[in-house]
Every structure is written in C-alpha cells, then in structure tokens.
C-alpha cells in the first residue's frame, strides 16, 4: 500500500493490526524494542532499495515504513 496521506496511513495501520498474526514481533515490549532499532536504521532499508526517501524528513510513508518494519524486525 502506498502511504502518503494521514488517511492513507489510518488504512494501513487498521490493515497492519489485521495482519498481526504474522508479525515477528508479538508482545507490546517486543515491538517497542524492535520499533527503536528500525528507527534508526530506516534510512538503510531506503538506501539498499533504491527508493530516494530521506528518513531524516518525517512523513506519513516513514511511520507507516516504520511500523511495518518493527513489526517483522529481528
């Protein structure tokens, strides 16, 4: 899903708590601790994807990237 607005980002958090059985990262404790470390290396998964998204500029696609990368996050 391609996030870009505040309602794009309220569908895709509502379809992310639908997909929740598969995440990696179960527990509240889990996901907070996985959230932090994806944080801080979302840029990378930019970088290594070929998308041109600075990290450093916030934006409804970064918390959605964000939060679907701390869900699955080892």
Known sequence: MIVNTKKDFIQFVQELRG???????????????ALGRYTEDIQNYYDNTDQNVNSENASWKVFADILKGASIYE
């Open 19 to 33: 997909d929740s059985a598969n995440w990696e990262n179960k527990d509240t404790h889990s996901f907070i601790e």
